[in-house]
């Protein structure tokens, strides 16, 4: 399992940006596929983005589409969620993920390592 550290979530107003970051600690990194969920109280993990290094092609939650975007820098070992046009319905906690396979998936059950989560609160 590889060690995954979230930053960048905090408090705005609806209509505002943030942007999270994940740091993985693997030398493998540009091998994994990287993937962020969120959870929001009493609902199960939900996915968001996904970003396949195979194929660098990358999924979204229809949610999501047109709003945020996944991207990667391998050099950096860093994963990043751009969130723009956030809504009070973004509210959740959001999770990194990671998997040692080449296409990112939806299912949470497949990622073998986390980090920790950063929360997100958008205010109406």
């Known amino acids: 399992q590889e060690q995954l550290v979230e930053s960048g979530g905090g408090l705005v107003q609806a209509g505002g940006s943030l942007r999270l970051s994940c740091a993985a600690s693997?030398?493998?990194?540009?091998?994994?596929?990287m993937a962020w969920f969120r959870q929001a109280p009493g609902k199960e993990r939900q996915f968001v983005a996904g970003?396949?290094?195979?194929?660098?092609?990358?999924d979204y939650a229809e949610s999501v589409k047109g709003r945020f975007t996944i991207s990667r820098d391998n050099a950096k070992n860093t994963v990043y969620l751009q969130m723009n046009s956030l809504k009070p319905e973004d509210t959740a906690v959001y999770y990194c993920a990671a998997a040692p396979f080449g296409r990112a998936v939806t299912d949470f059950k497949r990622y073998s390592s986390w980090g920790q989560g950063t929360q997100v609160t958008v205010s109406s």
């Open positions: 970003h396949s290094w195979s194929t660098s092609n990358t």
């Open positions: 693997t030398r493998t990194f540009s091998t994994y596929a």
